[in-house]
């Protein structure tokens, strides 16, 4: 086991990661939804982003769905961060 999935199973322990389910699987990721105001404040806008490690989920793409507490999302980026043993994919809630 690498230093990254030692970093996620110790945040995983500790309860900061979700439940995400993909492709029949259960993993444990980061998931963050960052809203914006858009328009002056008229509309509001959320950026769903999951991260996790490259061993989790090697094969996840855009295109893919992800389960995270009962709600779906469609996988529309997914890019590698750091020293690439670790990816982060952009979610579009369906």
Known sequence: MGLIERIYEAAA?????????VAGRTVSVGFLC???????????????TITYPLSLLPDLEAGHTVVIAGQTYQVRDVRA?????ERRA???RL
């Open 34 to 48: 960052i809203d914006d105001n858009l328009l002056d404040g008229l509309v509001r806008s959320a950026a769903y």
């Open 81 to 85: 961060i750091g020293d690439g043993t």
């Open 90 to 92: 952009d979610l579009t």
């Open 13 to 21: 322990n500790a309860g900061l990661l979700v439940s995400a389910e």
